[in-house]
């Protein structure tokens, strides 16, 4: 249980940490936030619970390919936003186009033998 919960708040202060650097230098947060910190993270819990560079592996490629239809975002939300769209019709608009990509790179992969 405290391995649980050293995992979340580790996890949590890096995202509280990028949010209050955001706040007076948004370039440094947007640097903070490209970073993988939460998949290397997720990479390294694993292969402290599991042991298994297979399972290690097969994490790393799927984060691979679900960042790519994530990456459109970060240009339609400050896109939206600076047409005058208001914070939370952008950011659900965004996050549905996100969405629809994730279905798209799924069924494409799928076509070249790649499941995930």
């Keep these: 249980m405290l391995y649980l919960v050293l995992k ?44 298994d560079k297979a399972r290690v592996a097969a994490l790393s490629q799927s984060t691979f390919w679900y960042v790519l239809p994530t990456l459109p975002l970060f240009l339609v939300l400050p896109a939206l936003l600076r047409h005058g769209l208001g914070f939370w019709p952008a950011l659900i608009a965004g996050c549905a186009l996100t969405f629809v990509l994730y279905l798209v790179t799924i069924w494409l992969l799928a076509k070249f033998g790649i499941m995930l």
């Design 8 to 51: 979340a708040a580790l996890s949590g202060v890096i995202i509280a940490a990028a949010s209050e650097t955001s706040r007076r230098a948004p370039a440094l947060g947007g640097l903070i936030l490209s970073l993988p910190l939460v998949s290397v993270l997720a990479f390294v819990w694993l292969w402290y619970d599991a042991g």
